[in-house]
């Protein structure tokens, strides 16, 4: 044949197969940047972070994958978690459980997980199945690095990841034991910031998002960071440990952060007590009542059993019983069984209408919803199952509430367009630091007369006002500039009302006072590690009377400047002379830098911290428990970051404060807390090759 002919030939061939070649490279291309391509294997990818990467082949290799590496990274943790939320922990370890057992078996959470494990579809069935077998195959596999006090909960089954996310959301978040003992709605340590930002309001023109929950560093509230690809979702983002999905998480599309709203799904009912049962409507009902029994390990590892009556009314159970008196509890949502199906479907989502599609099912039980897309769209929702009430304002609900009539009996929730929300405000950002859904935007974009008097109170503290301060004083905000603020330590309470307490103490203060106002006047008004004067005023704000404090309270009309004004000069200055003996006697001065007082410990690592309690007006919120010597150690607040922009290809970077893993002799262990101490956050590593560059090991199923 010619070679003519043959060129021919080629050719022609070649123009039949590029269309083949260019769908085959697209294909790989939008595999690798929005929906995984199937695998014929599954594995984890560890980073030098302790960061698992999981490639699953299908849905069910990756639960069970990230079962396994959950195990890995947490495995006593997890397993002493789950016995916890079985009700046997007493059983397990002893007497010290004895109240935790207490709380979960009168409050119904092992019976209810059941029933919540078996209306799950059966997809998500074998999902959960796949993760409760990767538990147990890493258990099996790797005995040695089990700790020997929690194998005795092993095998794992699914219905006890259904009971400890049943735990963790409605008896921990919604509500908790602390709350019902101590007759208090006051929230627990937990908190959170969250901004979203629209193009308009970008250096770039993008969206951009900051996740930034503030949780305890111990037990069920550690945060475990993860990447999960499988057919249809390629999502990184967090979960707490023990939880088989991610709960805040980002793709290549879109992405979400949560905070702990202003929410109440929760009431104790006061029962009027007749006839062994108590009256409803000018009825006398009866009680259901079972006796369930617990067992108690002795310190000579007998084990003792002790009887445990639950009464149930129609609130709920009876949760306070003496002096004649019981008391109920009644929470939202028992009946709704969806969560992990609705973040998992929110993870998988691509656009705005997929995402509300799933948020519209209302399975997650509370928290703000902050979202931000590469099409540029934000949205703030203030998410939960809101009980129906037929009066009252928010305050009423926080009391005790009257249990002899169905008036006060809740019984339904409101549906999604019934809550807060907004969608691209005219200010161009979004921002939520746990203050009621009112202020989440400048100019306001929510009105609460529309509202329901019950649904949030109306408040903004200094730290939200902070937040917005920092928002709306930057035109066009870069993505360093949002990592930037997002480690301000700078006190707004501070700048509000230094300008009044410093000629105060001119005016009235003695020597000591005097000096103590130099300090105060020199003082950068931050709480970084080197920061002089931070101590004195922390120590002056926490020996004051916050609600005589000022002369000005804070207003709905001006509720960026409010409070403002000391209500009583003499008093401020009588308390700072006061603190700064004290301040001088323990520190030997009264300039002491914030980080020879507060620290960041973990392990062997002791180190300066900064940041400090967000009702100082920090952004970079830290609490801290004292330590002794006078010196304080941080046990809440900053835990997981992730600042995303929705660029082409999505930049983000992320930070776990107190590294990835728990279990003993893992190197990840407070590896990352030098980053926090230096206000860093690391590149987020998602494309395979740069997992693959910064591989630590490889683990194929």
Avoid at 20 to 31: D, K, P, Q, R, T
């Amino acid at each position: 044949m010619r070679i003519d002919i043959l060129l021919r030939v080629y050719k022609r061939k070649s123009i039949q197969v590029l269309p083949l070649i260019l769908s085959l490279i697209m294909v790989l291309f939008v595999g690798s940047h929005t929906i995984a391509v199937p695998t014929k294997s599954t594995e984890i990818l560890w980073d030098t972070y302790g960061v698992p990467h999981i490639y699953g082949k299908d849905n069910q290799s990756a639960f069970y994958a990230f079962g396994w590496s959950q195990m890995q990274s947490h495995g006593d943790l997890l397993l002493r978690l789950y016995g916890q939320a079985r009700g046997r922990a007493a059983e397990y370890w002893g007497e010290e459980y004895t109240e935790s057992d207490r709380w979960v078996l009168t409050t119904g959470i092992p019976e209810r997980a059941n029933s919540w494990y078996n209306a799950q579809s059966s997809n998500f069935r074998s999902y959960l199945d796949a993760f409760a077998a990767g538990i147990n195959a890493y258990a099996s596999q790797n005995p040695k690095l089990i700790n020997d006090e929690v194998e005795m909960v092993l095998p794992i089954k699914p219905e006890d990841v259904m009971a400890h996310l049943h735990r963790v959301l409605n008896f921990t978040f919604v509500v908790n034991p602390e709350q019902v003992l101590e007759l208090s709605k006051q929230k627990l340590q937990a908190g959170s910031n969250g901004w979203a930002i629209a193009p308009s309001h970008s250096a770039s023109g993008k969206a951009m998002l900051l996740a930034n929950p503030h949780l305890p560093w111990s037990d069920l509230f550690l945060w475990y960071e993860a990447q999960i690809t499988a057919p249809g979702i390629d999502a990184y983002g967090a979960t707490l440990v023990g939880i088989p999905v991610l709960a805040i998480a980002f793709n290549n599309n879109l992405g979400w952060t949560h905070t702990v709203d202003t929410y109440d799904g929760w009431d104790l009912y006061e029962l009027t007590l007749a006839d062994e049962g108590y009256r409803f409507d000018d009825k006398v009902r009866n009680f259901e009542t079972k006796t369930l029994f617990l067992k108690v390990k002795r310190k000579d590892g007998s084990l003792q059993e002790q009887p445990l009556v639950v009464k149930n009314s129609v609130h709920g159970p009876v949760v306070v019983e003496k002096n004649g008196k019981a008391l109920a509890l009644r929470v939202a949502g028992l009946d709704r069984p969806g969560v992990l199906q609705q973040w998992w479907d929110m993870a998988r989502s691509q656009n705005l209408n997929q995402f509300e599609t799933a948020l519209k099912r209302l399975q997650l039980s509370m928290f703000t919803v902050m979202y931000a897309d590469k099409q540029g769209h934000i949205m703030h929702l203030f998410n939960g199952q809101v009980p129906v009430r037929s009066f009252g304002d928010f305050k009423y609900w926080q009391g005790i509430i009257p249990g002899n009539t169905s008036k006060t009996l809740w019984t339904k929730i409101h549906p999604y367009q019934d809550l807060p929300r907004v969608v691209d405000p005219k200010s161009g950002w979004l921002q939520n630091t746990n203050d009621p859904p009112w202020t989440t935007t400048f100019p306001t974009a929510i009105n609460p007369d529309r509202y329901p008097p019950y649904i949030a109170p109306r408040f903004m503290d200094f730290r939200s006002q902070r937040s917005v301060r920092m928002l709306a004083e930057d035109d066009k905000i870069s993505f360093d500039e949002m990592i930037a603020d997002k480690h301000s330590t700078r006190m707004e309470l501070a700048d509000r009302i230094l300008d009044d307490l410093i000629p105060a103490v001119r005016k009235y203060g003695q020597e000591l006072g005097q000096k103590a106002a130099d300090v105060l006047e020199a003082w950068d008004r931050q709480a970084n590690a080197d920061s002089r004067g931070a101590v004195l005023c922390a120590s002056w704000v926490k020996q004051m009377d916050w609600d005589r404090m000022f002369s000005k309270p804070w207003s709905e009309k001006s509720p960026r400047t409010t409070p403002d004004g000391l209500a009583n000069p003499k008093v401020a200055v009588a308390t700072l002379e006061a603190v700064a003996a004290q301040v001088q006697k323990t520190y030997g001065a009264l300039d002491v830098s914030w980080g020879k007082v507060f620290r960041l410990k973990l392990g062997n690592v002791d180190l300066p911290a900064n940041g400090g309690d967000g009702n100082l007006g920090i952004f970079r919120a830290l609490d801290f428990a004292p330590e002794g010597n006078g010196q304080f150690q941080a046990v809440a607040g900053d835990s997981y970051v992730a600042a995303i922009e929705f660029s082409h290809p999505v930049r983000a970077q992320v930070l776990t404060s107190y590294g990835n893993a728990t279990q003993p002799e893992s190197r990840h262990i407070s590896d990352q807390l030098q980053m926090f101490a230096n206000k860093k956050l690391r590149p987020c590593w998602r494309s395979r090759s740069d997992i693959l560059a910064h591989l630590e090991e490889r683990k194929v199923f």
